[in-house]
């Protein structure tokens, strides 16, 4: 179980491995999922079902299943509101899109789509839904779906449904809806309603909601544009042909910054990008060879940015450092932010997952504020932040979403592009860069040392991972130090962390396999230098794996 970079990563796509736009769209509309095979059913992850047309897994029937089984957990709900739908710019998108549309029309469903040619960032429909709810109870109320596999490769499409609270649902809502929609699969569709995409599009409840508008103006709640417009401070975005392209101009333009967008490119292809560290196109701002374009000119703005393809994650690049870990990124979020913030709740606290830096836990209790450590998925955080019980929610992987300034909830997903503006507002005000920052925050908690080995797993030994737990780790040693605690559930809520944590006085491992791709993942997180670091990589993997084969 380890992780090989391959040879060109880093490197331009090269013209041999860009997608096949009308092979996959052939086999989204061609090829029907057998509902026999696991790898091709209904599966809803830490954040909605994802998969491919050329495999099978992401297909017309899919969506037309999951849609109408959206549908019915509505009713059962007594949801009658308005459905908030937003999709980005993966090939699969805007087709899923026009299913989707195709069912709630013929189930008299009112929809809010973005008006032609405008892409929906996830955070814009988490806004638009939780705005369209003030005040609303009961069956008034609106909820939302985002067609978007993230930062995914091109080849992958997705669908996720955000209820009410305008984040992503709970486990207890997904399974239900993934049940419906296999049993939809096995009986052929019988069942799902259908209009044809143009009556669909015409139908008197489909309507136009402008996202981007809305979006936009209400930024300045969450941003101090101010004091980073009177800083002169130079920014450069990078949108990695995402959803946002639209939406920086507009945010430069109405809040008078000075901002570079490096490109407005959209191509589904995405033949722009460098390969990841697998030798795959994926939209990852947080990883070094996706975003290298970008930290090519890290020394021609004084903080640039980055968002993958729906703008729930963020990339932050600084002149003093490059490309920041997210984990360090978000650190300094954290103490900026509680420090900053007057407006917010003497109680509210910090959110963070298992798998995010122990650094985060520091700075929290040096600030007195309340820690929630969750399981892996934004999902765990959306309530505290509707109620502002968490000021600030965040995951590893380069998701964060925070209060206003006042205090009021802003998003309840992920917010990549609120997250990038954020490290303007910390340049402008302190004088120093996010990486700077970091290494002050650094100096004072205690230096960490992180990495994160992926590798190849099948859904058979993913499901194995995800099933361990404490009984099955038998070490009491971790890289020379005594083993503290082994846990396989979250201290905020005791829910099942979907693998095993172990921790020392100065490190830590997890291991847990992705929601969203056949791959498996160990984190580790040394307090005291790079050789410890390395040290803990390996012991983890070897406890893994004679975990996995006892």
Request: hydrophobic residues 40%; contains cysteine; charged residues 20%.
């Amino acid at each position: 179980m380890t992780s090989r970079l391959h040879p060109l990563a880093g490197q331009p796509a090269p013209a041999d491995s860009l997608l096949d736009l009308d092979a996959l769209h052939e086999a989204y509309f061609s090829r029907q999922p057998d509902p026999g095979s696991a790898a091709q059913q209904v599966a809803f992850g830490t954040s909605g079902h994802r998969g491919s047309s050329l495999d099978g897994s992401f297909n017309e029937w899919h969506v037309l299943a999951i849609t109408q089984a959206i549908v019915d957990h509505r009713k059962l709900q007594g949801i009658a509101g308005p459905l908030f739908m937003g999709a980005d710019t993966h090939a699969l998108s805007a087709p899923a899109v026009a299913s989707a549309l195709e069912v709630l029309a013929a189930n008299g469903v009112d929809v809010m789509l973005a008006p032609a040619g405008q892409f929906t960032p996830t955070p814009a429909v988490s806004l638009a839904i939780l705005e369209y709810n003030v005040g609303k109870t009961g069956s008034a109320r609106a909820d939302g779906i985002v067609v978007t596999p993230s930062h995914n490769p091109p080849r992958d499409g997705g669908f996720k449904y955000n209820p009410p609270h305008g984040g992503p649902a709970d486990s207890d809502i997904t399974s239900g809806i993934q049940k419906a929609a296999n049993a939809y699969l096995a009986q052929q569709l019988q069942g799902v309603l259908r209009l044809d995409a143009q009556r669909a599009l015409a139908a008197p409840t489909t309507h136009e909601h402008d996202y981007l508008a809305q979006y936009v103006a209400a930024l300045e709640h969450v941003i101090d544009f101010d004091v980073i417009r009177a800083s002169g401070i130079r920014l450069g975005v990078d949108p990695l042909g995402g959803a946002g392209v639209g939406y920086w101009p507009a945010i430069a333009e109405r809040y008078g910054l000075a901002l570079t967008v490096v490109s407005d490119v959209v191509d589904a292809r995405f033949p722009f990008m460098s390969l990841d560290w697998d030798g795959k196109i994926r939209m990852d701002p947080s990883s070094p060879y996706a975003m290298r374009r970008l930290t090519q000119l890290q020394h021609q703005f004084d903080v640039a940015f980055a968002c993958d393809t729906d703008h729930d994650r963020h990339g932050i690049v600084t002149p003093s450092g490059g490309l920041m870990q997210p984990n360090n990124y978000l650190s300094v979020a954290v103490d900026y932010l509680f420090r900053n913030r007057p407006g917010w709740g003497a109680n509210a606290g910090v959110g963070k997952t298992v798998v995010t830096t122990a650094l985060i836990e520091r700075i929290a209790r040096s600030l007195g504020r309340p820690l929630f450590d969750a399981p892996v998925g934004f999902k765990w955080f959306s309530p505290g932040l509707l109620d502002g019980s968490l000021g600030l929610g965040c995951e590893e992987s380069a998701g964060a979403s925070f209060l206003r300034r006042d205090g009021r909830v802003w998003t309840t997903d992920k917010d990549g592009i609120a997250a990038a503006l954020l490290s303007a507002e910390i340049t402008a005000r302190t004088g120093q860069d996010p990486s700077q920052y970091f290494d002050s925050l650094a100096a004072t908690h205690g230096r960490p040392h992180a990495d994160r080995v992926d590798g190849a797993a099948t859904r058979e030994q993913k499901a194995r991972l995800s099933k361990l737990t404490v009984a099955d780790v038998h070490a009491t040693s971790l890289a020379g130090e005594a083993v503290e605690s082994v846990i396989s559930a979250a201290p905020a809520n005791g829910a099942a962390i979907g693998g095993i944590k172990v921790s020392t006085a100065n490190g830590w491992f997890a291991a847990r396999p992705s929601g969203t791709e056949d791959i498996y993942k160990v984190y580790a997180e040394s307090f005291r230098d790079e050789a410890h670091l390395q040290v803990l990589l390996q012991e983890a993997q070897d406890i893994v794996n004679k975990s996995l084969a006892s």
